[in-house]
């Protein structure tokens, strides 16, 4: 009798740890992601779907933890906290990242992408996968593009349809030298800045314009603190659906790969958005008081922005030809 009341109690210890380690394993992992705009937004509409898809591929398995906003700094300070491991995913423009991965300034090259189809195609193909390859370097894992689209330059001051336009006007840029060195040649005098600083900047007059995409614009409302906007389309922007490293490694290779498809899901919403915006939002715009400029003398601009295409056009010569090449 004895010897069976042992077994039995060897049977319930064992058969109770196979349960606390079920409930263990049913603890879901948690990936918390941060990016600089607010919730409604591009980089919160690729948040979504990428937590969507998360949930649909894998129910249970992941808790997702947005920090839109920018609530935990600026896009530069959210990479290097997945460097450091205390974040486990951000989606940040790409002009950040050039400070990380040297190869993605190309991105940023005045009047590089002819539209947006072509700046799909390239992000999309192999000149994409081998950028965000090169994020492994740098102990983060690039997952996939999405987008905010086409820059324009807003400000208070005037109109602006020729680089003459902008000459003295003080305009906040992404921490970025292509951007910073494209914009003094222009004239202007670029104030690079994290985003988180922008609004307030704009409401104090410290700066007299900026420069983004139309789905930023009406996402932060840029009509309360800007006078005029210029269709200017200077510069294509990504955004970078980067993990941490650290993070992603000690992911099962089954999570991992639901991770992936997961990104890509979230980079088809953001993008959908992104068409959508693009469609609805300078009417919006317009609606809110923005005076639009439309056209640009867009030689003009170029002509001027040569000695950047020199600087960084040798630099980055054989991977601006490829992208010039892609269909």
Do not use: C
């Amino acid at each position: 009798m004895k010897k069976w009341m042992k077994q039995l109690s060897v049977t319930l210890v064992a058969t109770g740890a196979l349960i606390a380690g079920s409930v263990q394993a049913a603890d879901p992992i948690l990936i918390g992601i941060g990016y600089p705009t607010p919730l409604v937004g591009p980089h919160g509409a690729g948040a979504k779907g990428f937590e969507e898809e998360l949930n649909r591929l894998a129910p249970g398995r992941f808790k997702v933890q947005h920090f839109p906003g920018g609530s935990l700094g600026g896009e530069r300070e959210m990479v290097e906290s997945l460097q450091l491991g205390t974040l486990q995913m951000s989606i940040t423009g790409t002009a950040i990242i050039g400070n990380f991965v040297p190869e993605m300034m190309v991105m940023d090259i005045p009047f590089l992408f002819r539209d947006s189809a072509h700046a799909r195609n390239t992000l999309d193909g192999q000149i994409g996968k081998d950028l965000l390859n090169k994020f492994n370097q740098k102990n983060l894992v690039g997952l996939t593009f999405g987008e905010i689209g086409f820059r324009h330059i807003t400000d208070n001051k005037k109109a602006i349809k020729s680089a003459d336009d902008l000459r003295g006007l003080k305009i906040r840029t992404m921490e970025n030298p292509v951007h910073l060195a494209a914009f003094r040649a222009l004239g202007a005098q670029p104030t690079p800045m994290a985003w988180t600083e922008v609004m307030t900047a704009l409401q104090q007059g410290t700066i007299d314009g900026q420069e983004n995409p139309i789905s930023i614009i009406v996402s932060t409302k840029l009509w309360q603190t800007q006078k005029y906007m210029t269709l200017s389309r200077h510069v294509f922007t990504p955004i970078a659906f980067t993990m941490s490293g650290a993070f992603f490694t000690k992911l099962s290779p089954s999570d991992q790969d639901i991770v992936r498809k997961a990104a890509i899901n979230g980079r088809t919403t953001n993008r959908q958005y992104i068409d959508q915006v693009e469609k609805s939002g300078l009417d919006e715009i317009r609606k809110n008081g923005m005076q639009i400029t439309t056209e640009i003398d867009t030689a003009d601009f170029q002509k001027k922005l040569e000695p950047v295409y020199k600087q960084y056009g040798e630099k980055f010569a054989d991977l601006i030809t490829s992208i010039k090449n892609t269909k």
